[in-house]
Nanobody, 121 residues
């Protein structure tokens, strides 16, 4: 089994910053992509940013220049630095990872439990 545990969410004022972390643990042989998605009530989960094992990144257009995704491969941890936060960034942020478990030959997607980010004055 694989677990993803997020941390770092909370309440922040508009223009402020937060840093989210997500650590993967369990029976991990290899991790390819890791990333972040977010969801608001009544809406579909949307891409925020992803990063490959080699360090290539992808961002949703509305996050470019404000958010930075990074990864510590040795710690199986992905980070999301969020700057210049806006009220519309308020959402539950979910970590995602594509993991090959020990004894397996394929990558599977896993989700964290989500962490609430609220941007409000």
């Amino acid at each position: 089994q694989v677990q993803l545990v997020e941390s770092g969410g909370g309440l922040v004022q508009p223009g402020g910053s937060l840093r989210l972390s997500c650590a993967a643990s369990g029976s991990i042989f290899s991790i390819s992509d890791m990333g972040w998605y977010r969801q608001t009530p009544g809406q579909q989960r949307e891409l925020v940013a992803t990063i490959t094992n080699g360090g290539s990144t992808k961002y949703a257009d509305s996050m470019k220049g404000r958010f930075t995704v990074s990864k510590d491969n040795a710690k199986n941890t992905v980070y999301l630095q969020m700057n210049s936060l806006k009220p519309e960034d308020t959402a539950v942020y979910y970590c995602n990872a594509r993991v090959m478990e020990r004894g397996s030959r394929e990558f599977k997607g896993y989700w964290g439990q989500g962490t609430q980010v609220t941007v409000s004055s």
